[in-house]
């Protein structure tokens, strides 16, 4: 990997993690010589950055600048839902038997969570579960948009990013079923999860929203 390259990957690493962390909040105004002076990087590598987080939803056009996306509750509960319609119809077009060196992928991956397990490990650790279950389809369109929910939910999710939490043994238990040939319960057990999932980001969001530093103006709170 050229200079370069490690350079403008470097700044997009390291732009995401400032909104990730709600360092640079909701709201937030950018310009390319703020971000530049920010990172210590060039302005070809700041606006490579900011081109490919649009492409996340992490932040927008604003005129001539750029802004932090702001967080819209509705959209993010939008999503939610329709996400859970998606993985609950990859498990139903799901192959009656699924191949043990499946299972075996998506076992090693969750036992991969220890207490240490760095936030992007985890982010994206969630993010190879949840695109597993869509791969159980074998049907692009689901996966894609299984795909696309997951990138514009990668903020709000973020936030209950711990290696403690409750969604990782619910995964588990997920899988056991799958393993187990229970297909009535592994749907069952994901649609209490994925319900679950977007009320506690819903409640999460709507607790921590005075903590953040740039405007809530266009949240909406449902």
């Not at 492409?55 to 999503?79: F, H, K, N, Y």
């Not at 936030?119 to 869509?134: K, N, S, T, V």
């Not at 393993?179 to 679950?196: G, M």
Request: aromatic share 4%; glycine share 4%; with cysteine.
């Amino acid at each position: 990997m050229t200079k370069s390259v490690t350079q403008m990957q470097q700044a997009e690493n390291q732009l995401r993690r400032l909104i990730l962390d709600m360092e640079l909040g909701p709201g937030e105004r950018l310009t390319e010589r703020t971000v530049e002076s920010l990172l210590g990087v060039s302005r070809t590598s700041v606006r490579t950055a900011l081109f490919r987080l649009e492409a996340e939803g992490l932040v927008c056009r604003e005129g001539r600048g750029w802004m932090v996306t702001p967080i819209d509750l509705e959209e993010i509960s939008q999503l939610c839902v329709y996400r859970e319609a998606l993985e609950l119809e990859a498990l139903r077009l799901a192959p009656p038997v699924i191949a043990a060196e499946k299972i075996v992928t998506v076992e090693n991956l969750l036992q991969s969570i220890i207490p240490d397990t760095a936030p992007e490990d985890l982010d994206q650790a969630g993010r190879d579960f949840h695109l597993w279950i869509a791969r159980l389809s074998e049907n692009r369109f689901i996966c894609q948009g299984i795909e696309d929910a997951m990138t514009r939910l990668r903020r709000a999710r973020w936030l209950e990013n711990e290696p403690s939490h409750q969604g990782w043994d619910e995964h588990r238990a997920i899988i056991a079923a799958l393993k187990n040939d229970e297909r009535k319960h592994a749907i069952a057990l994901t649609e209490a999860h994925l319900v679950s999932t977007r009320h506690n980001l819903i409640a999460t969001l709507k607790k921590n929203r005075r903590s953040i530093r740039a405007s809530w103006a266009s949240l909406v709170i449902t």
